[in-house]
């Protein structure tokens, strides 16, 4: 038994599946048979299955209730391995595949039910499934403690789909795209908007979120140019192929419409194909398009009506039905009742009788239906049941009935008796609502429209037009004809000449007007009436509409949140608007006094992968090297990031270094690179230091201004150190700039604020003083840095180059010119170590040659390269800040203090001066830097960021008076020692303070000064 | 994403291209010490929080070149770009309306 609903070949010439051969796939572990062209829901319901899983509250069983992305209860669980899950995959949109392997993500009624009883452990007896709207606010809010005892009983019970476990198997990938028309939806409208705007002239992109182009000319029964829908639509398609500069994307949805006309498009490239991407293809790809001009053709989406039990399989929108029908040769039963409230659904009933089977009658919600196709289901003999509608559903698994009466829409009530009327399906359309979501994304209102019962697209900021459906133009004639319009004026605003268009010919299909009715009224009171289901993934019903407003919820944004109305991966589609019409009729408005929730990106679920492209694992952010990095991957270095840098932390078993228990711990490895630093010599790639090149007559005074101390007697030939504060007078920045000539100084930054360093020259260059003649240029990647350092350095680097290097004729701070190696450096004698060093700057090409020099000649002096660890170790020894570790942005050079670096008595009122004179900053009971000595045994080191207090006594909350910044060992001093913030700090040398740790102990330290080794500077200026 | 023209090279670059640095045309006092603590506080921290046509700096990262947008906060139009040192043409009513400084009716609004 096997496609049970499948037509028979050649019954249906619409279909668009391909008989010639067979594939099957895979569901909740029962293997079926499918054809090429199928989706997943189409062969389910071929193969009979009704049940496609159960809801996530109630456990109730559901089916396929719709065709498109609005489907709310067949989703999926994609996927046969581990690397290739995608979760909440609509089964209507999923192309079968041979080997197609998926689950329901409704993982059945046992699963959900044992869940609920874990629930009921937890808070006693709830009655069943009685699950109240606002239920989880009202059950699990108090008392709060609670909460996280619930939450993961909870989250385990909620959701849909299951997350991947492991990394995606496939790649993704993002395009940038211009255009001059892009048009959304390739239904009749879109088509005809296409065709005019190519014509005129204007590049084209045409993106569908199905898997075919050409929306509802699928499954029309209308007849352009007197041939079937699906030949016009082929003729057409084939036209636009043809032409240059038209990009055709189908399985594209146009996820998200942004600021400026960029719409991005979530193309699903290869998921009709298989499981995997094949070799060589991404498998999603996000187009990222700036269009000119925007047509929004897309289309509607039905509305079911919202009566007892409508969640019954078995039950689905009309549109939906023909869908099945006219496109897959699917009729998903045997005896049909339609309810409507318009004449555009008696086509389903047409369309069932043309597959073979029976219409029981169609229940119209009007007193007086008429128009074409409702004379059609006259004269063919179907019953019809006018001003009526089902108010109930009857069934287990399945539909077995509709209970019909008379109602009446304005008092809301029954009239009448009721008949039940046997039928195995169950076919409802409530109208249409056109789908705003993307013009909504605009901040665009959407606006209330009584003729076609819906809300169309309001104003908009954006260049965009509208089109069919999409605006609430309904019948096919009228459709083409304004897709035509609105592709010329999209062409002619973005600077075409509308050509005029050629429409097939098509005859009216007259309709009478729709009944204004969502809700369905019942013989009971909508409380104690059978479930009328609103939202059905959320399982949220009327009666739990008419609850929250009853408990004071009146804003729909509000119903929406209490009751979780719409916020499912359906996101509303199908519920939304019926919801609100059960708040205006509860509430005693209308529908547009009652409003639309917001719409947001994105229209469909859009997977990760898509959103991430390329920008992932080693692409995810650029990684810079410096010019050595080579030698420190095979020395063994260890890096960490810098920015986007990556620095080498330390080398652990350099040339054979052991620890005490064999592998070097990063402990021994610094003390090892420390010592060989102050005992004999050491180098740092120092690359990474941001250089920025200045150079012009003003380039004194303009460093003058963004520096804090004086900078007009520095001769040529010598550095000196900067620190940069923001006009709040906080520091940002330090670094050394020396002076290359007169109108040319080299600024060095902190590795990781070089290009924030940059803009902020910039800033003041362009914005304050423009008249300062100044030019700036980042030359960090042209210069690659070595600093040697440690007290045999003169003696190592006097074998490499012909500058003299001696103490009188190179002293401390000076720069001087020469060859390092034979190539031309420039060696500068700054130290960063409080040691003799010399830090010699190469053109980054010849660095490598120069690095291997040095190390050749290192031999004899034991030259040993050393990390950012030691770095940081050496520096906080001296007391040498870090800007960002031993500052936050609440820290002046005065808290620093570094007030020999503040030059109070420059001419200009140089950049932060006048914030650093704010009365609070100069409290003298501000966190200062100072040095910490640990009390408690030299082998202790204080944790960074450890709080500190004065009174470890103190009653909890206990007062916190500064923090540790930086905290180390130092293998030169035999003891830990810290940097800290103090408050009041500079003038409580000597005295104790407290370092409260999580497990309860306290440690201690004494306040020092921040100097720990050579406090007189004398080892530099040897 | 907003599409973004620079005023120097007179070319449309994305978003992505660009830094937002805030309120345009916040002026240095030319004697910061003489400045009250008030004034200089004014200076530093506050901004306006306008509901309708914004002048705003921005930074071209590429071009490392800083200019102005006048940008309609509700709507995100950008109405125009302009270079440093210049005027805008566009200035916010206080009614969330703008005003055209260079119709011929100064007080002229346009949408």
Redesign the interface.
């Known amino acids: 038994m096997s496609q049970v609903n499948r037509l028979d070949a050649g019954r249906m010439s619409s279909e668009h599946i391909d008989r010639s051969s067979t594939l099957s796939f895979t569901h909740d572990g029962r293997t079926l048979p499918a054809y090429p062209g199928d989706t997943v829901a189409s062969a389910l319901l071929a193969n009979g299955v009704d049940v496609i899983g159960h809801s996530f509250k109630y456990a109730r069983p559901r089916g396929v209730m719709a065709a498109g992305c609005e489907e709310p209860n067949a989703i999926l669980q994609m996927g046969a391995t581990p690397e290739t899950q995608t979760p909440n995959v609509r089964a209507t949109q999923q192309p079968v595949f041979d080997g197609l392997v998926c689950e329901s993500v409704g993982r059945g009624r046992s699963f959900i039910e044992r869940q609920q009883k874990a629930l009921t452990g937890l808070i006693g007896k709830w009655g069943g499934r009685f699950m109240p709207v606002g239920f989880y606010y009202k059950t699990f809010m108090a008392p709060q403690s609670a909460w996280l005892t619930y939450e993961k009983f909870i989250r385990a019970a909620a959701g849909l789909g299951r997350a991947p476990t492991v990394p995606d198997a496939d790649t993704y990938d993002h395009m940038n795209r211009y255009c001059d028309v892009l048009v959304v939806g390739a239904g009749p409208a879109g088509l005809a908007a296409a065709l005019a705007a190519r014509r005129a002239g204007a590049r084209v992109i045409v993106c569908d979120e199905q898997e075919q182009m050409g929306g509802c000319l699928l499954d029309s029964r209308e007849r352009p140019d007197d041939r079937p829908a699906g030949e016009w639509l082929k003729t057409t398609l084939a036209e636009l192929e043809a032409m240059d500069d038209v990009l055709l994307l189908p399985r594209t949805t146009a996820n998200g419409y942004h600021d400026h006309n960029f719409v991005t498009l979530h193309e699903r490239r290869t998921d009709h194909l298989g499981d995997r991407a094949p070799a060589g293809m991404t498998r999603q790809r996000m187009h990222r398009v700036r269009a000119q001009r925007v047509v929004l053709a897309t289309g509607v989406h039905e509305r079911p009506l919202v009566f007892a039990n409508n969640d019954l399989p078995g039950h689905l929108l009309a549109g939906a039905v023909s869908c099945y029908i006219r496109r897959y040769g699917v009729v998903p039963g045997q005896r049909l009742v339609l309810v409507t409230t318009n004449s555009h659904a008696y086509r389903t009933a047409l369309d069932w009788l043309d597959a073979g089977r029976e219409v029981a009658a169609i229940v119209d919600a009007r007193a007086e239906p008429a128009g074409t196709l409702v004379d059609e289901a006259r004269s063919r003999g179907i019953r019809i049941i006018a001003g009526a509608a089902v108010i109930e559903c009857r069934g287990d698994d399945r539909v077995s009935g509709a209970l019909v009466a008379g109602i009446d829409i304005e008092n809301f009530r029954v009239t009448g008796e009721t008949e039940t009327i046997a039928c195995d399906t169950l076919a409802s359309s409530g109208g249409y609502s056109p789908v705003v979501h993307l013009s909504a994304h605009t901040g665009s209102k959407p606006v209330w429209n009584d003729r076609i019962q819906g809300f169309v697209p309001g104003e908009t900021k954006q260049q965009l037009h509208c089109a069919g459906g999409a605006h609430g133009i309904y019948p096919l004639v009228d459709v083409l004809a304004d897709g035509a319009m609105a592709g010329g004026d999209a062409a002619v605003a973005a600077g075409f000449e509308r050509v005029s268009p050629t429409l097939p010919g098509l005859a009216r299909v007259e309709e009478s007007p729709q009944a204004a009715l969502y809700h369905v009224p019942h013989t009971l009171a909508t409380m104690r009436a059978p479930k009328q289901f609103v939202d059905l993934q959320n399982d949220v019903t009327a009666a739990g509409i008419e609850l929250a407003i009853r408990e004071g919820f009146e804003s729909i944004e509000h119903v929406k949140r209490y009751t979780a109305m719409g916020f499912g991966t359906d996101q509303g589609k199908i519920g939304n608007i019926n919801g609100m019409a059960i708040a205006a009729r509860v509430l005693g408005q209308t529908i547009p006094e009652t409003g639309t929730t917001v719409f947001r990106p994105n229209y469909t679920p859009v997977s990760f992968g898509a959103v991430a492209g390329r920008y992932c694992g080693a692409l995810f952010d650029p990684e810079r090297y410096t010019a050595m990095h080579r030698w420190h991957v095979e020395q063994g270095a260890l890096f960490e990031n810098v920015g986007q840098w990556k620095r080498p932390w330390y080398y652990p078993g350099w040339k054979g270094a052991r620890g005490a228990n064999g592998e070097e711990t990063l402990q021994e490895a610094v003390n090892r690179e420390c010592l060989a630093v102050r005992n004999g010599v050491g180098i740092l790639d120092a690359s990474t230091l941001g250089k920025i090149d200045i150079q012009g007559p003003d380039a004194r005074e303009f460093i003058g201004r963004v520096y804090t101390n004086g900078w007009e007697k520095l001769p040529v030939g010598k550095g000196r150190y900067g620190l940069m504060c923001g006009e709040d007078g906080m520091v940002m920045d330090d670094g050394v700039t020396t002076c290359l000539g007169e109108h040319h100084f080299l600024m060095t930054t902190t590795t990781g604020n070089a290009a924030q360093v940059l803009d902020w020259l910039e800033l003041w260059h362009q914005t304050e003083w423009p008249e300062l003649e100044v030019f700036f240029t980042s030359v960090t990647d042209h210069w690659a840095t070595m600093t040697l350092t440690g007290p045999k350095s003169r003696e190592l680097l006097e074998q490499l180059t012909d500058i003299d290097l001696s103490r009188d004729a190179f002293a401390f701070m000076a720069y001087r010119e020469g060859t390092v190696a034979g190539i031309p450096a420039r060696v500068y004698r700054i130290s960063f170590t409080g040691e003799l060093s010399f830090e010699i700057n190469v053109q980054a090409n010849y660095a490598m040659h120069v690095w291997e020099a040095l190390f050749a000649h290192g031999e004899a002096f034991e030259l040993t390269p050393y990390g950012t660890e030691t770095m940081h170790v050496l520096r906080a020894e001296k007391g040498f800040i870090i800007v960002g570790q031993d500052t936050d942005a609440t820290m002046t050079p005065e808290d620093l203090g570094m007030t020999w670096a503040i030059g109070y008595r420059k001419p200009f009122d140089w950049v932060g001066k006048r914030g650093m004179a704010r009365v609070d900053l100069q409290r003298d009971d501000r966190k200062q830097l100072v040095g910490l000595k640990p009390l408690d045994g030299s082998e202790v080191v204080l944790p960074e960021g450890a709080q500190i207090v004065f009174d470890p006594e103190q009653q909890i909350p206990m007062t916190m008076v500064g923090h540790v910044t930086s905290s180390y060992y130092s293998a030169t001093l035999g003891h830990g020692f810290a940097l800290a913030v103090v408050r009041g700090g500079h003038r409580r040398k000597g005295e104790h303070v407290y370092l409260p740790q999580p497990d309860g102990s306290t440690l201690s330290a004494e306040i020092v000064s921040s100097m720990f080794y050579d406090p007189k500077g004398e080892r530099q200026h040897v | 994403?907003?599409?973004i023209r620079c005023p120097y090279t007179n070319e449309y670059h994305?978003e992505e291209e660009f830094?937002p640095?805030g309120q345009a045309q916040i002026r240095?006092a030319d004697?910061?010490?003489s400045?009250s603590?008030e004034q200089?506080?004014d200076?530093?921290f506050f901004r306006d929080n306008i509901r309708g046509v914004h002048h705003e700096?921005w930074?071209h990262l590429p071009t490392?070149?800083?200019f102005n947008v006048t940008r309609?906060t509700?709507?995100?139009?950008?109405l125009e770009t302009w270079r440093?040192?210049e005027e805008p043409r566009y200035q916010s009513d206080g009614r969330g309306g703008v005003i055209d400084t260079r119709a011929d009716n100064d007080s002229e609004e346009v949408a």
């Not at chain 2, 509700?74 to 950008?78: D, G, K, P």
């Open positions: 994403m907003f599409y994305s830094k640095c240095r004697s910061p010490v400045t603590d200089w506080g200076y530093l700096m930074l490392r070149r800083y309609h509700v709507t995100n139009e950008i440093m040192g």
